[in-house]
């Protein structure tokens, strides 16, 4: 687009024009040439003043205002066209349309005036040449248009350097004829159709004996005209051959599904026999492992049973005595039934310390255990990769010498042998510690020397193993012990999952803090809680225990993702039983 030079624009050309403020800026674009201007008008002037400016600006007698692609009355102004002051407004310049005539000539003729008669007449004549003719005006319409006409080539003379460009076309293109039928009615949309059967005709012939021809009747067939059979006797004959083979179809239905009826009722009958069987070995292996328990109990949950099977005995007991006696002789019985509640109570504490000294030692070998193996992961491709650490190592290590100092029949020598692997090891840190450890060592070394028996070394080998065990979990010395002891030491690292409990004023982690479903504080940890219900209530979650872990085996089988059943605990599932 190229801009042309504004012009001043003198408002007294116009007499229907008042002088004044002029406070609108208006662009006038020419399509065609694809020139601009920019002119400062009045908002009350009319749209023909500025249609007389663009004709003179753009020297085009007879133009025609677009403004937002929409033509534009000449009667309006400005202000009623929405153009107010200071605004900035676009109006397209287009030419009128218009038929113009232009007389093609070949021949230019001159600008002197056409002879008179006489001189006419005194001319010779001549004959007339058909080729110095004019040729007749040929009337064309043209047709202004609104968009760049495309460049389609064209040739340079090479003489004259002259280039020639291929026109193109202008015309507008033959617009299709409106249709006359309407096509969108519904009964131009659906028909009614109808069926209707024909008979069409079939062409036959025959070829007989004749003169000159020989037609072989060997394989002639002779037929005879059987019964006539109406239309009405051929569909009741498919109808009985139809019902002879639906009779027989539904027969051999009736079959497949008695005999698979029969087959499913014999597998039923298998599966609750083998379900009842399945059931009466679990309870009688249920009842063995409950018997079990209460004769050598080792769990916390094997003590709980006693306890509560005390209680619900002692709760018995103390009903009949109510019920049958009074007076002196129910205080008495009540008082033996105290001592016999008692004896029981030592009873069970007598195989509390004997379960937690075997538990102490598995639990001690657990701890070395993890403490010395070495880290392992799988690959993409399905294999097991371990790796042994120096810290894996150092556990082994100790892990080695526990198991050493542990055993008791050994030889003096082979005993002594271990006191020095040991000393050589703890020497490597000076510490409290290792120097009680140390000095340990050196008096039992000390004894076995001089002939002691092992007998009167057991308070001492005691001793000395606590310390070094001590010194195991110590992750000072052992790096392994820091990720499997349940309190770290490092007192920054106690916020987060350690919790303080308030009953026995330990720092105890998440896991020792039994919380349910509906719980909105950390309480009292499990061994506070276990206490506390084998001193007063004495109940047992065994059975409850039992329903929660069935409950999650099903919720297993299902393989739906659902992960609400292990967020569940034994005293929620007694909540909801």
């Given at each position: ?392 190592q150092r556990a082994t290590q100790l892990k ?172 929620d599932v007694r909540y909801a039983v």
């Amino acid at each position: 687009m190229e801009p042309i030079a504004t012009e001043e624009i003198d408002l007294s050309e116009r007499s229907e024009v008042v002088e004044k403020e002029i406070n609108a800026e208006i662009e006038l674009f020419h399509s065609q040439s694809e020139l601009a201007t920019v002119i400062s008008v009045s908002v009350h002037n009319t749209l023909s003043y500025l249609q007389s400016k663009a004709a003179e600006i753009f020297r085009d007698g007879e133009v025609e205002l677009y403004f937002d692609e929409t033509l534009v009355d000449p009667d309006k102004t400005l202000e009623e066209m929405s153009i107010s002051v200071g605004d900035k407004k676009r109006v397209e310049v287009r030419y009128k349309e218009r038929e113009q005539l232009i007389e093609v000539e070949t021949v230019k003729q001159s600008e002197e005036e056409p002879p008179t008669e006489a001189e006419m007449q005194t001319e010779p004549a001549q004959d007339p040449d058909p080729m110095s003719a004019p040729e007749p005006a040929v009337p064309v319409t043209l047709v202004p248009t609104s968009f760049k006409k495309p460049f389609l080539g064209g040739y340079k003379h090479k003489q004259t350097e002259v280039e020639y460009h291929h026109a193109s076309v202008q015309t507008d293109p033959k617009r299709k004829p409106s249709r006359t039928a309407i096509v969108f009615e519904r009964e131009t949309q659906t028909v009614i159709a109808k069926n209707k059967l024909l008979q069409t005709s079939c062409n036959a012939a025959t070829q007989m004996c004749r003169i000159g021809l020989h037609v072989s009747d060997l394989e002639d067939r002779v037929m005879y005209p059987g019964t006539y059979e109406s239309a009405e006797e051929r569909e009741k004959r498919i109808e009985s051959h139809v019902l002879i083979l639906q009779t027989h179809f539904r027969r051999w239905r009736a079959t497949r599904d008695v005999i698979s009826l029969r087959i499913a009722k014999a597998n039923r009958a298998i599966w609750l026999a083998n379900e009842l069987e399945r059931k009466s070995r679990q309870r009688e292996m249920r009842d063995k492992f409950d018997l079990e328990r209460r004769l050598n109990p080792k769990t916390k949950a094997d003590f709980d049973l006693l306890y509560h099977a005390l209680e619900s005995w002692r709760m018995d007991e103390v009903d009949r005595i109510n019920s049958t006696l009074q007076g002196p002789e129910r205080k008495a019985a009540l008082c033996a039934l105290l001592e016999q509640e008692a004896e029981l109570i030592g009873s069970i504490h007598r195989h509390k310390s004997l379960a937690d000294k075997e538990n102490e030692v598995t639990r001690v070998q657990k701890f070395l255990e993890k403490a010395s193996s070495s880290k392992s992961w799988i690959t993409p491709e399905g294999l097991t990769i371990e790796m042994e650490t120096p810290y894996t190592q150092r556990a082994t290590q100790l892990k080695d010498i526990y198991n050493s100092l542990s055993l008791q029949e050994i030889t003096r020598d082979e005993r002594l042998d271990v006191l020095m692997t040991l000393k050589q090891t703890v020497c490597e840190h000076d510490c409290d510690l290792t120097r009680d450890i140390v000095q340990l060592i050196d008096r039992e070394s000390n004894l076995l020397i001089r002939g002691s028996k092992a007998y009167a070394l057991t308070g001492l080998r005691k001793r000395l193993i606590n310390l070094f065990l001590q010194y195991v979990k110590t992750p000072l010395f052992n790096a392994e012990a820091a990720r499997l002891i349940k309190v770290p030491q490092d007192p920054v690292k106690l916020s987060g999952k350690i919790y303080f409990c308030k009953s026995c004023r330990e720092y105890l982690p998440t896991l020792d803090f039994p919380l349910t479903s509906n719980a909105r504080m950390v309480g009292h940890c499990r061994q506070c809680r276990e206490l506390e219900n084998r001193a007063r209530e004495r109940g047992d979650n065994s059975l409850y225990r039992l329903m929660l872990k069935r409950l999650r085996h099903n919720e297993d089988g299902y393989r739906d993702g659902s992960k609400l059943v292990y967020l569940m605990q034994e005293e929620d599932v007694r909540y909801a039983v």
